[in-house]
């Protein structure tokens, strides 16, 4: 969606997150114009429907602004800042929860630590260099409720928008990964099967929001998602960890993990800040790619989706007297057990980083 232009804000620390960001001033003035309002609200009203809808304002004057434009459209809408009071603040929410009040649009208030599960379309007018205060203002949309299957995210971008520095949609889930009408129909987005027995070794997804896209889906290593991210062997003893931040935040910091037989893993952080997985995901490949062996642990290698092998369950075996007989019962292919392996034999790195 094109509505503010984001090449000539000049940047500035933010004072959100400390990194560099638009600088707010230039920003509110750009996003205050009427035409850039009028366009941005009436693409935004025609997409919402009757959403609970959360809009991200660059200013307490442009939260007001938005919000007197849907109104104007025929939808239920109000203002909230920090300049806004407790009561006040309490008394919208409540009308905001109870359908009331459709669409709620804030300035620097709700950003993290507000909960509102039911929280459907987010209206992201207020664009940002900043991947942990994008990755806060989805948060508001990832939470699970009832009746609830998505989230609708709209980004604002400029006419000529900076890809590379602006953080939207995207970035952060991959939606470049592979059109949905090239897809087979009915095939899922992950290659495997998600079975219960499997789920249960390697704790699900542990995806605290919606899950919209497979972040992954570009990459060529095999990447297998446990209860704390994911992990992906790069070869016979080399494995990439992905790791969610505990804070819920929504990011991911990755490290390296070299396990020789006998000798006690050696890790090594790749990138020890949090930073959205897409970009997690290219700096392990491009930290690894030396070291890559496709043969053996790409997602496309020799016959992974055929029978698992015997040799494949007795190993099963070893650490679960049962699993071999569940594996066969529910058709387990090379991968699946692969996968629930590789799980029991790095449980010890996979858990605990370095230096923790």
Known sequence: MSAACSRSCPSA????????????????????????????????????????????????????????????RGLAAAPV???????????????????????VCNC??????????????????????????????????????????DCLVIDVLGKQPDARRQVVLPHVIGIEAEPEDERRAGEPLTGRRSDPVLRSILGGRGETGLVLLDPLGRSPYRWTAYSQGYFARINAHVIAILERDPAKSGLYRSRQCARQPERTPEQRWIERRYLPLRQQVALVQEATAGLFREAFTGK??????????????????????????????????????????SFYQLRQVLFHAPDE
């Open 13 to 72: 620390p933010s004072r959100e997150t400390g990194e560099r960001d638009y600088a707010e001033t230039a920003l509110a003035a750009h996003l205050l114009r009427e035409a850039i309002t009028a366009r941005l609200v009436g693409h935004a009203a025609s997409l919402i429907g009757q959403r609970p809808t959360l809009v991200f304002a660059a200013s307490v004057q442009h939260a007001a602004h938005l919000s007197s434009a849907f109104r104007a």
């Open 300 to 341: 496309e290698a020799f016959l992974l989706d055929a029978p698992t092998t015997e040799k494949q369950l007795e190993a099963l075996g070893h650490y679960h007297k049962h699993l071999p007989e569940r594996a066969r019962a529910a058709g387990w292919t090379k991968r699946e057990a692969s996968e629930a392996i």
């Open 108 to 149: 620097a208030l709700l950003t993290e630590g507000y909960d509102f599960p039911g929280i459907a379309a987010l209206v992201i007018a207020r664009p940002t260099l900043s991947p942990a205060l994008y990755m806060q203002m989805l948060g508001r949309g990832m939470r699970r409720a009832e009746r609830k299957t």
């Open 81 to 103: 800042s920090g300049r806004t009071s407790r009561k006040q603040r309490d008394e919208l929410f409540a009308r905001w929860k109870d359908g009331a009040i459709q669409a």
